[in-house]
């Protein structure tokens, strides 16, 4: 599976991957805001996009439309990670029908159910990880 980290933060950044290589997924790049995964996303395809939301030049809510309405990245899965958690934000995330929502801080287990989730509702396999 080939994922995309979008954070404008050097080290949360670091703490996803760390996270999401503990999970087995080893096809990672990284991005420091929207407008560097925009790039990324125009020249490959990628499996899953895990964004924050408040990011400086382009944020992830203005990431999020233009994968779901300019880019052809429709069977993309999109997980965003956040500190927002406002009842007004999580609803237009809802509305903009993202695959799965965490707020941070969280821990490698909540991560991985929401992998678990996102497989489980696109009809794919979730990743074998060995966490304890």
């Known amino acids: 599976m080939k994922v995309l980290v ?9 703490v996803l991957i ?3 290589r503990k999970l087995k997924y080893t096809d990672i790049t990284e ?12 020249k490959q395809k990628f499996d899953l996009l895990v964004t924050d939301l408040n990011m400086p030049k382009m ?3 203005m990431l999020i439309d233009m994968v779901k309405h300019e ?13 927002e958690d406002n009842r007004r934000t999580l609803l237009k995330l809802i509305s ?16 991985e159910k929401q992998l678990q989730c ?10 074998k990880s060995q966490v304890l």
């Open 6 to 14: 979008v954070d404008d933060m050097p080290l949360m950044r670091h």
């Open 18 to 20: 760390n996270m999401l």
């Open 31 to 42: 991005a420091t805001d929207g407008i560097q995964a925009v790039s990324y996303l125009k």
């Open 59 to 61: 944020d992830g809510t």
């Open 71 to 83: 880019l052809a990245c429709h069977k993309m899965a999109i997980l965003v990670v956040t500190c």
């Open 96 to 111: 903009a029908r993202v695959d799965g929502i965490i707020v941070k801080p969280f821990c490698l287990n909540t991560l």
């Open 118 to 127: 996102i497989a489980t509702k696109r009809g794919k396999q979730p990743l």
